[in-house]
């Protein structure tokens, strides 16, 4: 996506003043982002150097900070605490992607192609966004009574003579993040990949299947290539939205198992401003990393 | 031709597919229909099935409050904070949707800051906002401790708050969607008509307010729908930016795990509730707008 620049901004554009009044409309808009997004990651940069007791935020410059994240990581023979705890919300992001990914993929293929009539289409696809409206703390306890030591799942396969005692490790556990995440963000797969299936010209699936492309072929080499934009951008927002998350591991883990999210909310509770700052810095880095890993590998395929 | 289609056999993968789509939607609405079912409990009942009774016993025990917590407080500040982001989310945003609609010196670089707050990982702008607002309390303090003024030193506690550093804090998540749904508007919309108006000697201002509003008003009511629903819900964006209280998702989140009564079902029905009657009223609205607008072009 793109500012619009059609021809029509262009006719309007042309009276001169214009671009002063421009920026006075886009002036408090513009104010709110350099107020709330912009100076405070500026300061984090800054705090991030800092210094620090218990009570108060010590100005300086020292790397104290960053050392104290990477504390015993010098070591080979066992991983330290950050990089435990990176390669943990990595494994998550990973896999709740792949997951949300094919769902997200499999759903709206369904929707764009299979279901013919627009209306059913706008039915269905207005179907699965309602829960997108519920907040995302009850979509996470929803899950309690189903998962839960005496829940509805571990009750069924009892009565169901399958297992003797009731399995532990459905809720609470990295499953249930997973199912979690899974639940919660799916939608942010399936809008943007619907968007851009609607987007692919028709006739392109009937020239790939008159070229005698078999339904693989065509959804491989047609539809997958088509589909890019709104997978990147699926793809990006589910990856940055687990990487930071602190809320669904905390609820759904237990309080019990560590995410990169939840060391800087922490870490802000205790006062420690500074190595908190040092956290968000290295886990923006790494966040960035990995959305311009993945615009480059999607556009390499694009141009083999 | 269409008949032809429509009488070919359904492919294996529609069968395969549809029951993906069927399991999907059984996923979504099967957890939440089932609190919203437990939340009816009668006294006895606990936080799984089997059902004990039916009654709204947890609900009153909702409004009669959750140990410490004030569920009431929480949810008029909820609503509050709601309402003001959903104001400036349409204000600003179509303000900013018309002047993207101008040559806009810049106007690439504020587009690609509004996607990076949109991607930015929301612990990390909280933190930023958390971290400016208690430098900003620093700085009063130095500053009216250096004016002399004692008594107003002793009774300011933080400039962290609802409707400063928490309504800012919402703003970065909801003016991008704002913004998008704008550029979705304005690249369908054509100014032929806000031209005629010009020719036919309207003010910039007439031309506004009598031809581009009315038109673009649906699209507008939607903006605010966003704009009150994702702040109604946010946690991570609020939660190093509130201060002292807490809005309601926050005392949800805390609840989590303290309350061991269905009366948290209770609640989750509640602020459901409150999600659908905002979605309800949005879509009226704008079905209402609709009906005008095709009975005046119907006349």
Not at chain 1, 80 to 100: A, D, E, N, P, Q
Not at chain 1, 244 to 255: C, L
Not at chain 2, 119 to 139: C, K, N, Q, W, Y
Request: charged residues 10%.
């Amino acid at each position: 996506m793109s500012p619009p620049s059609t021809s029509h901004t262009a006719a309007v554009a042309a009276a001169p003043g214009r671009g002063i009044a421009a920026w006075w409309q886009a002036a408090p808009f513009t104010a709110v982002f350099v107020l709330f997004f912009l100076v405070p990651l500026g300061l984090i940069l800054m705090v991030s150097f800092w210094d620090f007791n218990e009570y108060e935020l010590l100005p300086g410059f020292t790397f104290k900070n960053y050392l104290s994240v990477f504390e015993g990581c010098g070591n080979t023979a066992d991983l330290c605490t950050t990089l435990r705890t990176y390669l943990s919300t990595l494994k998550f992001s990973l896999l709740v992607w792949g997951i949300t990914l094919v769902l997200g993929f499999a759903v709206a293929y369904f929707l764009a192609f299979h279901v013919r009539s627009p209306g059913m289409q706008t039915l269905l696809f207005v179907l699965c966004t309602i829960p997108f409206w519920t907040s995302n703390v009850i979509r996470m306890i929803s899950w309690v009574p189903l998962l839960g030591r005496n829940g509805l799942v571990n009750q069924t396969l009892i009565d169901l003579h399958l297992i003797q005692t009731p399995i532990e490790w459905l809720l609470f556990s990295d499953f249930s993040v997973v199912l979690a995440f899974v639940h919660l963000y799916t939608m942010f797969m399936i809008v943007p990949i619907f968007n851009s299936m609607m987007r692919i010209d028709r006739s392109l699936l009937e020239a790939a299947s008159d070229s005698g492309a078999s339904g693989w072929q065509t959804l491989w080499n047609v539809i997958v290539p088509l589909s890019r934009t709104g997978i990147i951008i699926g793809s990006i927002f589910v990856i940055t939205i687990v990487m930071g998350d602190f809320v669904t591991i905390g609820v759904m883990g237990g309080q019990q198992i560590a995410s990169v999210g939840k060391i800087i909310q922490v870490q802000t509770s205790y006062l420690q401003f500074p190595l908190a700052a040092a956290n968000a810095v290295i886990l923006l880095a790494v966040v960035l990393m990995i959305i311009y890993g993945l615009t480059r590998l999607v556009d390499i395929r694009k141009e083999l | 031709m269409k008949k032809a289609r429509l009488r070919e056999p359904r492919p294996l993968s529609f069968w395969l597919l549809a029951m993906v789509f069927v399991l999907f939607v059984l996923f979504m609405y099967g957890p939440m229909l089932v609190i919203f079912v437990l939340s009816f409990q009668g006294p006895e009942g606990g936080l799984t099935f089997p059902m004990r009774g039916l009654s709204l016993h947890w609900f009153r025990q909702l409004a009669e409050g959750l140990g410490v917590v004030d569920i009431g407080a929480a949810l008029r500040r909820s609503l509050g904070l709601g309402l003001a982001v959903m104001a400036c989310t349409v204000v600003l945003s179509v303000l900013a949707g018309l002047a993207f609609r101008k040559r806009l010196a810049g106007g690439n670089t504020l587009f690609f800051v509004v996607v990076a707050s949109l991607i930015m990982p929301s612990i990390i702008v909280s933190l930023g906002i958390g971290l400016e607002f208690r430098l900003v309390d620093t700085a009063i303090k130095a500053v009216l401790g250096w004016l002399g003024l004692q008594e107003t030193l002793e009774g300011f506690g933080t400039s962290l708050g609802l409707f400063t550093s928490a309504l800012g804090a919402h703003l970065t998540w909801t003016l991008p969607f704002g913004l998008l749904i704008m550029f979705a508007v304005f690249n369908r919309f054509n100014p032929a008509y806000e031209e005629a108006a010009r020719d036919l000697g309207a003010t910039p201002w007439q031309g506004f307010a009598h031809v581009v509003l009315p038109l673009v008003a649906p699209s507008v009511v939607g903006i605010g729908m966003f704009g009150f629903t994702l702040s109604w819900d946010e946690i991570a964006r609020t939660s190093q930016a509130i201060g002292d209280v807490n809005t309601l998702p926050l005392e949800l989140q805390g609840l989590t795990s303290t309350v061991t009564t269905p009366s948290i079902y209770a609640l989750g029905t509640l602020t459901t509730v409150v999600s659908f009657v905002v979605m309800g009223l949005t879509l009226a609205l704008v079905w209402l707008l609709g009906r005008g607008r095709r009975a005046r072009a119907d006349r």
